[in-house]
Every structure is written in C-alpha cells, then in structure tokens.
Nanobody
Framework: VQLQASGGGLVQAGGSLRLSCAAS????????MGWFRQAPGKEREFVAG????????VSADSVKGRFTISRDNAKNTVYLQMNSLKPEDTAVYYC?????????????????WGQGTEVTVSS
C-alpha cells in the first residue's frame, strides 16, 4: 500500500487542522491505520490509531479530547481532526498502515509509511 499524507500547515494556538492520508490499492479496509508525529530532535511518537472498519480507536494521552481519527474506506482515506492545537503539537505528522485486528501503537508495528506533512502551531 502507498500512503500520501496532506493537510498540514501553519496555524495559531487554539486553531484546528484536518490531516488526510490517501491510500492506494483495493485492500485499504484490511489495514489498521495510524498517525504518528515527530518533532525536531525527538523520536517519532504514536498519536492515534483506528481499526480496519473504524469500530475501535486509540489515542495518545497528550491528544485525547482534542484529536479525532476517522476513516472512510470507500475513499481509501484516513483523517486526523486536530482541534485546540498547542505549540507542542508542532511536528511532522505521518500516516502508517499495519495488519491485524488490534490497533497497535509502536512504530515498529507499522510496515507502511507515508511521506509526512508538517504542522506548525504558533503561540
């Protein structure tokens, strides 16, 4: 599967952005999808994940109540709605795909990655 993330940009603190990740192929609905982020000088970290048909989601504590992951299998797309953005959310955001029935949170569990989209939150 090939992944293409988009939707990043510059936003003021308190603002919102919606990231999209479009996937190629006809088996998108068989993948667990995740969003990760990597800030300058830091390791890549899990943000949110969603099961194959969207019935189950997992979010990092740092974004709970602010970020929402969703997917549209008919459009081969996964989304990350980000509200109440903070300067510490500034990072490059990556979408990733994995296999299985349970949402996983380690970067090593995801064999497929998109190219990343940059999000900058100004204070």
């Amino acid at each position: 599967v090939q992944l293409q993330a988009s939707g990043g940009g510059l936003v003021q603190a308190g603002g919102s952005l919606r990231l999209s990740c479009a996937a190629s192929g006809r088996t998108f609905s068989s993948y667990i999808m995740g969003w990760f982020r990597q800030a300058p000088g830091k390791e890549r970290e899990f943000v949110a994940g969603i099961s194959t048909i969207g019935r189950s989601t997992v979010s990092a504590d740092s974004v709970k109540g602010r970020f929402t992951i969703s997917r549209d299998n008919a459009k081969n797309t996964v989304y990350l709605q980000m509200n109440s953005l903070k300067p510490e959310d500034t990072a490059v955001y990556y979408c990733a795909a994995s296999f299985g029935s349970v949402v996983v949170i380690r970067t090593s569990d995801y064999p497929y990655w998109g190219q990343g989209t940059e999000v900058t939150v100004s204070s």
